[in-house]
Structures are given as C-alpha cells and as structure tokens.
C-alpha cells in the first residue's frame, strides 16, 4: 500500500478509515505495518521531528471538518519520544471537536501492531502518576 506525506497532502484527499504511522514505522515494523495497512483504506506517515505536533493537529482537525473521513487510527514504534505524541493527536483533536469519529492507537514492536488504550495514552502524559505507580510496582 502506498504511503502519503500527510503534511503534504490536501485535507480533502484523506478519506475512509485512514492509518496515519511514524513515518519510519515500516522500515523499522515492517510486518505489523503490513498488518495494520490491510485494515485501512489510505495511510499518511507523519514524522514529528520534522512537523510540530500542533500543525498535524490543525489539519486532522481540518480534515474532519471534510467529513470524508470514518476513522482515524494511530501507529508508532515504541519507545520513540517524538512518535508518542502521534497518540497526544485524538486529545488535542476532542478539545476542539468534542463529536469526532473513532479514533484507535497501535504501538509496534516485535510482537506485532499492540492496541494501546486510552488509559494508557492518558497516563503517558503524566510522569507523576508513572512515579508512583512504579514505586508501587517496586514493592
């Protein structure tokens, strides 16, 4: 399947169940992109060391605004700091569209496309809160 550059491409060319992936997730994942791929009708690589956060959140938005599409999912390595904030997008896409379409997050690793909660998501936010749960592990 063929991958577009979502900052490079008009909002009103995404449409369908649309797969946005760290654009180094299939040199690095090759296999649990395949997977993921097969799900969707197009797929965007979006690399956040070359795009702030806030313009990909900017066009998303637009991009919903099209209504052309029916669901977002979000893909990226793991253990990647600038691929972790692809799934900072739906939140920041809620505060500004409470009414958006389903929206999905995979992390990639050896054991193939992971499906990452929300919770989870959440929780990466917040280091104070990962503090204590790992002291709490630690006992």
Aim: net charge negative.
């Amino acid at each position: 399947m063929q991958i577009k550059p979502l900052m490079e491409t008009n909002v009103y060319s995404l449409r369908g169940k649309v797969l946005i992936v760290g654009a180094c997730l299939r040199s690095v994942w090759p296999e649990a992109f395949e997977a993921l791929a097969a799900r969707a009708d197009q797929v965007y690589s979006l690399c956040l060391e070359n795009s702030h956060i806030n313009m990909a959140v900017t066009k998303l938005t637009a991009v919903l605004g099209t209504g052309q599409v029916e669901s977002f999912a979000f893909a990226s390595v793991d253990r990647s700091p600038h691929c972790t904030q692809l799934h900072y997008i739906p939140h920041e896409i809620e505060r500004v569209l409470p009414e958006h379409v389903p929206m999905e997050h995979f992390i990639c690793t050896e054991e193939g496309a992971i499906p990452v909660t929300e919770e989870a998501v959440e929780l990466s936010k917040s280091l104070a809160k990962l503090t204590k749960l790992a002291k709490g592990a630690e006992r």
